[in-house]
């Protein structure tokens, strides 16, 4: 089942690629309903490897759910898919889950936490927000 499942999210993002690079290919500026599909089938796409243990995937399946990108925004749905990934040393995810317990979005604010999360991603070179920590 889980093989089928990868076969057809594989099928629909092959798709999305072949009208995007067809838009390109024209100089065709995508319309918004082929904007929404995009991302909509790339969340699927993400959703089915973040499932695997995948980190990178549970990474964009976080930020999506971060921006609401592909489904409604949800900023629990974001730490729980950020964290996982974190746990598994993704440091941009880790960067990502200190963005969020700096501003409070699906976490209680925790600067200790911040810390934590921006010293693990800057130990492995992750510099987007990891020049605000004071050592």
């Known amino acids: 089942m889980k093989r089928r499942a990868v076969i057809i999210g594989g099928g629909l993002l092959l798709l999305v690629v072949v009208l995007e690079l067809s838009a390109i290919a ?12 995009g991302w ?19 990474r964009n399946l976080g930020r999506m759910y971060y921006y609401g990108k592909g489904m409604p ?17 993704d440091a941009r995810a880790q960067n990502i889950l200190g963005v969020m ?11 200790a936490e911040v810390l934590k999360w921006f010293r693990l ?10 020049e ?3 050592w």
Do not use: C, H
């Open 40 to 58: 909509a089938t790339k969340f699927q796409w993400n959703r089915i490897v973040a499932l695997t243990g995948n980190a990178g995937a549970q």
């Open 101 to 111: 317990y700096a501003n409070g979005q699906g976490v209680p604010q925790s600067y």
């Open 26 to 37: 024209f100089n065709l500026e995508p319309s918004p309903e082929m904007k929404r599909i």
């Open 132 to 134: 605000r920590v004071v």
């Open 121 to 130: 991603a800057a130990d492995q070179g992750e510099q987007n927000n990891s």
């Open 73 to 89: 925004q949800s900023y629990a749905e974001a730490v729980k898919w950020s964290r996982l990934a974190a746990d598994q040393g």
